[in-house]
C-alpha cells in the first residue's frame, strides 16, 4: 500500500513512496536553522509534530555527528517505509529533497562559481573527456554544473559525497526537457566500477532551479522513476 500521508497544512498530500518532494529556499542564518526547515518540512508531509521528527548524522569515516549523511527519525509508531532527506547548499540557496522511494541525494550549484574553477580536470571521466573531445569541443559551463550536481547527487545517495572520486562515476547527458521552465537535460549514471548499488537503479531528475543554478536530485530506486513534486517555504 502507497506511503500516502495525511493532509498536512500549506502542502497537498504526497505519496512520498512515490514521489520527491523538492523545497528550495534561502539559507538560514546557521545550519542549525537550514535543518530546521528540513525537519519542518518533514513533519508536515509525514502528518506529524516537528517535535517527533529527528534528524541526525554520522560520519562513516570518523564517527562524528556534525557531519555526514543525514538521517530521519520518526518518533512513535512506526508508520510506512523510511524517510531519506538529502540537503544542499550554494551561496544564499538551500535545497532539499523529502522521499520514501529509496535512498536520495540532492546538490544545487551555481553555474557562475563552477565556470571559475577548473572542474572539469577533477570532474570528467576518461570516457566523459572522450566524449567531448570526439565532439571537437569542452562542456559548457552549464553542461558541466549538470555533469557535476549529477554526480554529487549520486555520491550523496550513496552516503559517500566527495570522499568518492567523481571520475569514478561516467554519466551521460540527457535532451533538455523544457527551457522556458527552467529544467535542464538530466542524465543517466552509465558506470561506477565501485557502485555500492546496482546503477541501473538510480534515477536522476533534474530539478527546476532559479536562474543561473542547477539542481538534480538522484534517488536509488528498483522501481518506476519517482515523480518530483517542487513545494515552496
Not at 529533497?97 to 577548473?118: F, H, K, M, Q, S
Request: with cysteine.
Amino acid at each position: 500500500m502507497p506511503d500516502a500521508p495525511p493532509p498536512a497544512t500549506g502542502l497537498p498530500a504526497v505519496d512520498l513512496g512515490s514521489t520527491v518532494v523538492v523545497m528550495i529556499a534561502d539559507r538560514a542564518a546557521t545550519t542549525a536553522g537550514d535543518h530546521s526547515l528540513l525537519v519542518g518540512l518533514v513533519a508536515r508531509l509525514t502528518g506529524v509534530a516537528d517535535a517527533s521528527v529527528a534528524l541526525t548524522q554520522l560520519c562513516p569515516r570518523c564517527g562524528a555527528t556534525d557531519h555526514g549523511a543525514l538521517r530521519i527519525t520518526l518518533a512513535g509508531p512506526a508508520v510506512g517505509s523510511p524517510v531519506h532527506v538529502s540537503l544542499a547548499r550554494a551561496g544564499g540557496l538551500l535545497a532539499v529533497a523529502v522521499t520514501r522511494a529509496g535512498p536520495v541525494g540532492i546538490d544545487l550549484e551555481a553555474v557562475a562559481d563552477l565556470a571559475r574553477n577548473p572542474v572539469a580536470d577533477v570532474m570528467l571521466s576518461a570516457a566523459e573527456a572522450a566524449g567531448w573531445a570526439a565532439l571537437g569541443r569542452p562542456p559548457t559551463p552549464v553542461e558541466l554544473a549538470v555533469l557535476w550536481t549529477a554526480k554529487e547527487a549520486v555520491l550523496k545517495a550513496a552516503g559517500l559525497g566527495l570522499r568518492v572520486d567523481p571520475r569514478d562515476l561516467t554519466m551521460v547527458l540527457e535532451p533538455a526537457a523544457d527551457s522556458e521552465a527552467g529544467i535542464l537535460g538530466g542524465g543517466r549514471l552509465a558506470a561506477w566500477p565501485r557502485s555500492p548499488f546496482d546503477v541501473r537503479t538510480v534515477r536522476l531528475l533534474p530539478v527546476s532551479a532559479p536562474p543561473g543554478t542547477v539542481a538534480t536530485v538522484a534517488v536509488v530506486s528498483s522501481g518506476p522513476a519517482p515523480a518530483l513534486h517542487r513545494v515552496e517555504r
